[in-house]
């Protein structure tokens, strides 16, 4: 008889085993309804937009000014966070009701980076739009971005 309880638990074990194992696997090749939401909030956070900026020696205060210019004249809010002590490193901030810009030189101090970003994702704007506004940005720092900007 113990044989027998022996077998069973044994059976048992084992199906509870396999279970979890097609349970983990059914999860990961069909995910649940709140990890596609958070797959699809990941996704709307990527920009419409980017480019990559390499700026001219020194011309980080220049740069920077050139892009408040750019803010003011395009009515865009800005916040500029610079790394001390040196502050070759910055981070940019541009929004308005439409759309983010946000700039940043974390890696290289001469190379930025700058995306854009949809402020209202149910009603985002078109990438055309987001390409046009980096244009724009990108004529307003002409001056202070060396020429083989992509």
Same mark, same amino acid.
């Given at each position: 008889?113990s044989r027998?309880m022996l077998? &069973?638990?044994m059976?048992?074990?084992?199906?509870?085993? &396999?279970a979890?194992?097609?349970a983990?696997?059914s999860k990961?090749?069909?995910p649940?309804? *709140?990890?596609r939401e958070?797959?699809?909030?990941?996704?709307?956070r990527l920009?419409?937009? $980017?480019?990559h &900026?390499r700026? $001219? *020696?020194g011309?980080h205060?220049?740069?920077l000014?050139?892009?408040?210019?750019f803010?003011?004249?395009?009515q865009?809010?800005i &916040?500029v966070?610079r !790394?001390? *002590?040196?502050q070759r490193?910055f =981070?940019v901030?541009l929004?308005?009701?439409d #759309?983010?810009?946000i700039l940043v030189n974390?890696a290289d101090?001469a190379?930025?980076g700058v995306g854009?970003?949809? #402020?209202c994702?149910?009603? *985002?704007?078109? #990438?055309d739009?987001? !390409?046009? $506004?980096?244009?724009?940005?990108e004529?307003? =720092?002409?001056? =202070? =971005?060396?020429p083989?900007?992509?």
């Amino acid at each position: 008889m113990s044989r027998l309880m022996l077998k &069973l638990s044994m059976v048992s074990v084992s199906t509870v085993a &396999l279970a979890c194992a097609v349970a983990a696997v059914s999860k990961m090749t069909r995910p649940d309804e *709140p990890d596609r939401e958070q797959a699809a909030a990941v996704l709307d956070r990527l920009p419409l937009a $980017t480019r990559h &900026l390499r700026l $001219t *020696p020194g011309s980080h205060d220049e740069f920077l000014k050139a892009v408040a210019t750019f803010a003011q004249a395009n009515q865009f809010a800005i &916040l500029v966070q610079r !790394e001390l *002590p040196d502050q070759r490193y910055f =981070v940019v901030q541009l929004w308005r009701s439409d #759309i983010q810009l946000i700039l940043v030189n974390s890696a290289d101090p001469a190379e930025v980076g700058v995306g854009a970003y949809a #402020i209202c994702l149910s009603h *985002p704007p078109s #990438i055309d739009f987001a !390409e046009q $506004t980096l244009e724009e940005l990108e004529l307003h =720092v002409a001056g =202070v =971005v060396a020429p083989t900007s992509e």
